[in-house]
Every structure is written in structure tokens, then in C-alpha cells.
């Protein structure tokens, strides 16, 4: 439930900061952007005692990707 509550407030301060912006969104229904929802991820491992570890550059450059995420596309579903 605590995931679910923070993916919803997450997403409520995604909409109000983009509102007046160009990258506002438009009336519709839309998925969480990934990089919320390992940010959610991130935070609730982090309360659990759980020890992430982060990429360090030369894994970031094999896989091809940033290594402060997104780390799947965002057609990818957990």
C-alpha cells in the first residue's frame, strides 16, 4: 500500500510541475514515468535496509544506458 500511495503522490507532483510548462500533459490517462517509478523503488528498498548498489560507469556504458536510470525503456513493464 505504501508503494501505491507514493507512485500516486509522486505522480500528482510530476502533473503539478510540468503543468504550466511545454512538457505539460495533456487530458488523458497516462503511465507513471519510469524514472518515478524506480524512484519509488529506491526509496522503499532504502526503508527496508536494503544496501543498492549504483553502476559505475564502465556498466553503464556496456549496457548503454545512464547510470542514474531509467534503466528499461519505458515500454518495459516490472
Same mark, same amino acid.
Request: glycine share 6%; hydrophobic share 35%; aromatic share 10%.
Given at each position: 500500500?505504501? =508503494?501505491?500511495?507514493? =507512485? &500516486?503522490?509522486? #505522480? &500528482? ?10 512538457? #505539460? ?33 564502465? &556498466? ?5 544506458? =545512464? ?7 519505458? #515500454?518495459?513493464?516490472?
Amino acid at each position: 500500500m505504501s =508503494n501505491s500511495f507514493t =507512485n &500516486q503522490v509522486l #505522480a &500528482q507532483i510530476e502533473l503539478w510541475t510540468k503543468k504550466d510548462t511545454p512538457e #505539460a500533459y495533456k487530458l488523458g490517462l497516462y503511465v507513471l514515468p519510469k524514472h518515478l517509478d524506480e524512484e519509488v523503488a529506491r526509496l522503499h528498498l532504502d526503508k527496508l535496509g536494503v544496501k543498492l548498489t549504483k553502476l559505475s560507469s564502465e &556498466q553503464a556504458d556496456y549496457l548503454g544506458i =545512464n547510470p542514474s536510470g531509467p534503466y528499461k525503456p519505458e #515500454a518495459y513493464r516490472y
